[in-house]
């Protein structure tokens, strides 16, 4: 009798108790994310760089969470920039290791380098030399003058040996493949510290309606890949939040300054005018864009009303080219002047889909305004060496040194594409030559200025817009509000703290 009462005592109370010590041990902390590139087993390196996780496992030498915002040296205690812009010496932090344990050399970061520029076909480096001076401290060398060493510095992770894909030195290291992805651990031995989240799952899922509906049941707590449409739905559920930046890079239909159409600066400016960039944001991108003006990051002036050369106005349009001594002679709605049909035909990389729709829309905008407009395709490896009779390419050109002024719109172009628009203005290669030298953010901005100005003058493009990236998170997690999307924010989620689950 006795017994059965003291089984029926600890029955009653063994849940209260095993309340007690769960209340004592909190749960481990993890998060459960959700994309749209593939990580598996035949991954490369570059799939893992350019996903969500990339920044957890590959530290970057400098962390620049955005244009002009403030900077965290990662992997990197010093750096001097020699006379002349051209060299750079770099001294590591002491007491970084490897995933596997061995700590971080110059010749790891040498090696990082190589493969930035062979497996991901980073164009910065492309015209820089590395060289190890010693264990921690190495050398970067220029075949130009270098405008930002900390920029620079900003593009170059650390990668592993080609024998592994995950061997880094960055907060979350690999602990197992999992079906359809990947698991990390905490790096506990982090030199920066332990991070508050345990665990990060990484999963892969190609369709967005079904990506949307693992996070709708609670079975993943971070949605990346997502569609505008998607965005908006997501906004109204009171369980996440919803980031959204843009990709780091600009369309533009860059305007052949020397073909016998384009040369003249006025045709360059009414074809600018008649196209309608919040109208190319809405149907050809679904919202999914902010209109630009000029080559330069959204962020990085304040924002002034599209006037000038880069607003929409269709009427003044025909009225510039009919001073220019444009008309419809024949009235099959295309003008014309001297017997030539003010009519011509651009190029756009057949590897981007989004830019197809942009070509329709733009050749019916500028149908409007009695200009022809046809579109043909090549790949993107070929743009840089179509002949210089073309009229006008369309293309997605990144914000990079210098915003990709130098590379984009100077007569000396620093990149494989060079200067598309066969554009030359002596005052903006000066320019560009101070910008170099320039130390203060207010003189940099300054200089910026001018060139907006330059621009809007000279049209030597048609700057269209910059495409936005969106992702939901959960409100679980306190630091993520900090979150913008860009490929190195994501390192502050080692920071993220949570309920548990």
């Known amino acids: 009798m006795k ?35 593939k990580i598996d087993k035949e991954s490369n390196l570059q799939n893992v760089y350019n996903s969500l996780i990339g920044s957890l496992i590959f530290s970057p030498l400098l962390f620049r969470y955005n244009s002009g915002a403030a900077e965290h040296h990662v992997l990197v205690e010093d750096i001097k920039v020699l006379p002349g812009n051209k060299v750079i010496e770099v001294k590591l932090k002491d007491g970084v290791r490897l995933h596997d344990g061995k700590p971080l050399t110059a010749d790891d970061v040498i090696r990082s380098i190589d493969r930035l520029k062979v497996e991901l076909n980073n164009e910065t480096l492309k015209e820089v030399k590395g060289e190890s001076i010693d264990r921690q401290r190495f050398r970067l060398t220029s075949n ?4 930002d060493a900390n920029n620079l510095l900003s593009t170059i992770s650390v990668f592993p040996s080609h024998s592994s894909l ?43 309606r079904k990506r949307l509906t693992i996070l709708l049941k609670g079975e993943a707590d971070l949605l990346a890949g997502i569609s505008p449409d998607t965005a908006r739905f997501l906004e109204n559920d009171v369980r996440f939040n919803v980031h959204k930046d843009h990709e780091g890079f600009y369309a533009a239909l860059f305007l052949n300054n020397k073909s016998p159409l384009f040369s003249d600066k ?5 074809v600018s005018m008649a ?22 990051p959204p962020e990085l002036l304040s924002p002034i009303s599209e006037t000038g050369s880069q607003g929409y106005d269709p009427k003044e349009a025909v009225r510039i080219l009919q001073n220019a001594g444009w008309k419809d002679r024949d009235g099959d709605g295309i003008l014309e002047k001297d017997g030539k049909k003010l009519s011509f035909t651009i190029y756009y990389p057949r590897e ?38 073309y009229d006008g390419i369309l293309f997605l050109a990144a914000y990079d040194e210098h915003f990709n002024l130098n590379r984009w719109l100077s007569t000396t172009p620093t990149n494989e594409y060079g200067n598309l628009s066969l554009y030359g203005n002596k005052e903006v290669d000066a320019l560009l030559g101070q910008l170099q030298k320039s130390g203060s953010a207010e003189e940099k901005n300054i200089i910026y200025g001018r060139l907006r100005e330059i621009f809007y003058e000279d049209v030597p493009a048609a700057f269209l817009y910059a495409p936005l990236n969106y992702l939901a998170v959960s409100r679980k997690f306190r630091g993520a509000d900090k979150l913008e999307f860009h490929v190195y924010s994501f390192y502050r989620i080692k920071d993220w703290e949570m309920e548990g689950r």
């Open 166 to 208: 995950f061997n880094g030195t960055g907060p979350f290291r690999f602990k197992r493949w999992v079906d359809n992805g990947v698991e990390l651990e905490a790096n506990n031995d982090y030199f920066e510290g332990a991070p508050k989240l345990k665990k990060i799952t990484y999963l892969y899922e190609p369709d967005e």
């Open 144 to 147: 130009y003058p270098i405008p």
């Open 266 to 270: 006025r045709v360059r400016k009414a």
């Open 352 to 389: 981007f889909e989004e830019l197809k729709r942009i070509a329709d829309i733009i050749g019916q905008q500028l149908f409007e305004a009695g200009i022809g407009m046809e579109s043909a395709t090549v790949d993107k490896k070929e743009i840089g060496n179509i002949s210089g009779d």
């Open 3 to 37: 017994k059965s009462a003291a089984i029926l005592v600890l029955a009653f109370i063994f849940p209260f108790l095993l309340t007690l010590y769960s209340c004592d041990k909190p749960k481990e902390k993890n998060l459960i994310l959700v994309d749209n590139i």
């Open 275 to 296: 196209v309608d960039r919040n109208s190319i944001i809405e149907k050809g991108l679904d919202d999914g864009g902010v209109s630009i003006s000029s080559p330069f």
